[in-house]
C-alpha cells in the first residue's frame, strides 16, 4: 500500500509561519527591492548610452579638426542613438602623422566600413601620403572595412590589402607597385571590384607600368582574383588575348578627367 505523505507543517522559522501583515511587509519590501534594482538597472543602461554618444561625439568632433570628413548614412541614428556613419574621408590630410592619428581616432567611430584616401585634385602616382605602413594601421583599427580608395597614393605592396578580410571595393589607380606586387592580385580573396592603371601623364613611357608585358601578367593575376566581378581599366589598353583572359568579369575602360 502506498504510502500516504505527511501533510506539511511549517518551521518555525520558516516564512508560512510567520502572521499574516508579516508576511506582507515582507513581500512588500522584497518588492520595492527588485523594483528599485530594476529602475537603477534602466537608469545605469541610460547613463552608459549617453556617455557612449558623448564619446562618439567628442572622437567626430576631433576627426573633424585633423582635417577628416565625416559621410554620414541618410538613415540618421542608430537605436541607441549613435551617428551612422557611411563614409570616412582623409583625403584633405597632407601630414603623416596627423593621418595617423586620424586613422586611430577614426577607428573608435561606430559602423565606420568606407574609407577614402585619394587627395582630392591629384592625378600622379605617389601624390598621396598613404603608404604601405599606414595600411597596416588602418587594418587594424578598421577590421570591417568594405571599401578603400587609395588612389593616387604611395602603396607598394598588397600585403595590408591581402589582410582585410571584408573589403569589397578597391580603388588603386596611379599607386607605385612593385614589379612582383603587379602578380600579386590573386591573393585578394575577397573584392568584387577593383579600379587599377597609371594614367598619370607625367610617367615615362618606357616606365614599368607602360610595359606590355608587365601590364599582361598584371591582367592575368587580376583574372585570378576569386571574386572578381568589375574591373575599372584606366590607360591600359587590352588585346584580343586580354579580352579572353578576362572573360566573365565586366570590364571598363575609363580614363581620368
Not at 587590352?238 to 568579369?249: F, H, P, Q, T, V
Request: proline share 5%; net charge positive.
Amino acid at each position: 500500500m502506498a504510502k500516504i505523505p505527511a501533510k506539511y507543517i511549517p518551521g518555525k522559522f520558516s516564512l508560512a509561519s510567520w502572521p499574516a501583515w508579516i508576511q506582507m511587509v515582507v513581500a512588500c519590501l522584497a518588492g520595492a527591492f527588485f523594483g528599485g534594482y530594476a529602475a537603477s538597472s534602466a537608469v545605469l543602461l541610460k547613463q552608459e548610452e549617453a556617455m557612449e554618444r558623448q564619446l562618439t561625439s567628442g572622437a567626430m568632433d576631433h576627426f573633424v579638426r585633423l582635417g577628416g570628413e565625416i559621410i554620414r548614412q541618410p538613415e540618421g541614428r542608430s537605436p541607441e542613438g549613435n551617428p551612422l556613419i557611411r563614409r570616412l574621408g582623409f583625403y584633405a590630410i597632407g601630414d603623416a602623422f596627423e593621418l595617423q592619428k586620424a586613422v586611430f581616432c577614426g577607428g573608435t567611430l561606430p559602423t565606420a566600413k568606407e574609407l577614402d584616401f585619394a587627395p582630392i585634385g591629384a592625378n600622379q602616382v605617389g601624390k598621396g601620403v598613404v603608404d604601405g605602413t599606414l595600411l597596416r594601421i588602418v587594418a587594424r583599427n578598421f577590421p570591417a572595412i568594405e571599401y578603400l580608395d587609395v588612389s593616387n597614393c604611395r602603396v607598394a605592396d598588397l600585403t595590408a590589402i591581402q589582410a582585410m578580410p571584408n573589403l569589397k571595393v578597391l580603388k588603386l589607380t596611379n599607386n607605385p607597385l612593385e614589379y612582383a606586387e603587379l602578380q600579386a592580385f590573386k591573393q585578394v580573396k575577397n573584392v568584387n571590384e577593383l579600379w587599377i592603371g597609371w594614367p598619370d601623364l607625367n610617367l615615362e613611357k618606357d616606365s614599368l607600368y607602360r610595359n606590355p608585358e608587365v601590364i599582361k601578367n598584371l591582367l592575368k593575376s587580376v583574372s585570378e582574383m576569386p571574386s572578381l566581378k568589375k574591373l575599372y581599366l584606366y590607360d591600359i589598353r587590352l588585346k584580343d588575348s586580354d579580352r579572353k583572359l578576362l572573360e566573365g568579369i565586366e570590364v571598363i575602360n575609363a580614363r581620368m578627367n
